[in-house]
Nanobody
Framework: QIQLTESGGGSVQPGESLTLSCAVSGSMFRVDTLGWYRQVPGKQRELVAEIFRNGRTNYGDPAKGRFIISRDNAKNTAQLQMNSLEPEDTAVYYC??????????WGQGTQVTVSP
């Protein structure tokens, strides 16, 4: 059974930085595409950033120019470095794993709050 565990959420002030981490555990041949999504009440979950196994990245509009996603294939982890945070970035952030055969997996979510 594959499990995703997020860490690093919290409360910060506008302009500050925060780094989220996601650790993948369980039985799998290899970890494919890892990503981060976020959701606020009443809205759909949206892509923040994703990184493919070969290191290629794809960023959602809210993250472009401010956030950096990275991964460590040896440790099956991914990180999301979030810079210049704004109140609009307040959301629950979810780690996501897409496997070509077994499907999509989600973490439990971690709250990020940006307020003065």
């Amino acid at each position: 059974q594959i499990q995703l565990t997020e860490s690093g959420g919290g409360s910060v002030q506008p302009g500050e930085s925060l780094t989220l981490s996601c650790a993948v555990s369980g039985s799998m041949f290899r970890v494919d595409t890892l990503g981060w999504y976020r959701q606020v009440p009443g809205k759909q979950r949206e892509l923040v950033a994703e990184i493919f196994r070969n290191g290629r990245t794809n960023y959602g509009d809210p993250a472009k120019g401010r956030f950096i996603i990275s991964r460590d294939n040896a440790k099956n982890t991914a990180q999301l470095q979030m810079n210049s945070l704004e109140p609009e970035d307040t959301a629950v952030y979810y780690c996501n794993l897409k496997q070509p055969v077994s499907g999509t997996y989600w973490g439990q979510g971690t709250q990020v709050t940006v307020s003065p």
